[in-house]
């Protein structure tokens, strides 16, 4: 079964730092990875998504995420973090015709001046 | 981009009662819905799969008969909690997915909805 695990479900950086979120996939088949930001009381945002066409995948808000399939990873950077990002994030795997989406734990990225 | 709403955003509802739970692909039409549930600082936990026109699919572990879900039209679907409890006091997100063949397996989310039940 198709599994999400992100590492560590606490980050914090110091304003203007680099953010460093982890995400690793358990995957035959590479699937159709994405990074989604939640916000208190507010439903998902897409960041970014890899659909195969290129490894290192640009999304909003300054963030990008590579895809490694020699390591399974997703990991999500942005090299500045700024008050704003504070949030939970979320990486998710979709694979098949099914449509579902497999969620990891979540990450609260905190943000100190 | 597409845009997914939820109604309503808030609801608070004494134990025992019944909470339908709207959910609108407002500029394209879903294919497939998602409902999700998700506790404080927890991840999001797929309840059911909703196909426009057909029964939905529930992921183990959800009772079907509790949480009742129709998709009766190609841009919504609901999602009615029968005889609420506050153990099912949880954020409820649904998402909403266009499919075509060979395109990824983006959802759209909805804003979610947050049920307390009393």
Request: glycine fraction near 8%.
């Amino acid at each position: 079964a198709q599994s999400v695990t992100q590492l560590g479900s606490h980050v914090s950086v110091s304003e203007g730092a680099l953010v460093l979120l982890r995400c690793n996939y358990s995957s035959s088949v590479p699937p159709y990875l994405f990074w989604y930001v939640q916000y208190p009381n507010q439903g998902l945002q897409l960041l970014l998504k890899y659909t195969s066409a290129a490894t290192l995948v640009k999304g909003i808000n300054g963030f990008e995420a590579e895809f490694k399939k020699s390591e399974t990873s997703f990991h999500l950077t942005k090299p500045s973090a700024h008050m704003s990002d504070a949030a939970e994030y979320f990486c998710a795997a979709g694979s098949g015709n099914t449509g579902k989406l497999i969620f990891g734990q979540g990450t609260t990225l905190q943000v100190k001046p | 981009g597409a845009v997914v709403s939820q109604h309503p955003s808030r609801v608070i509802c004494k134990s025992g009662t019944s909470v339908k739970i709207e959910c609108r692909s407002l500029d394209f039409q879903a294919t497939t819905m998602f409902w999700y549930r998700q506790f404080p600082k927890q991840s999001l936990m797929l309840m059911a799969t909703s196909n426009e026109g057909s029964k939905a699919t529930y992921e183990q572990g959800v009772e079907k008969d509790k949480f009742l879900i129709n998709h009766a039209s190609l841009t919504l679907s609901t999602l009615t909690v029968t005889s609420a409890h506050p153990e099912d006091s949880s954020f409820y997100i649904c998402s909403a997915r266009v499919w075509l063949a060979g395109v990824d397996n983006e959802q759209f989310f909805g804003p979610g909805t947050r049920l307390t039940v009393l």
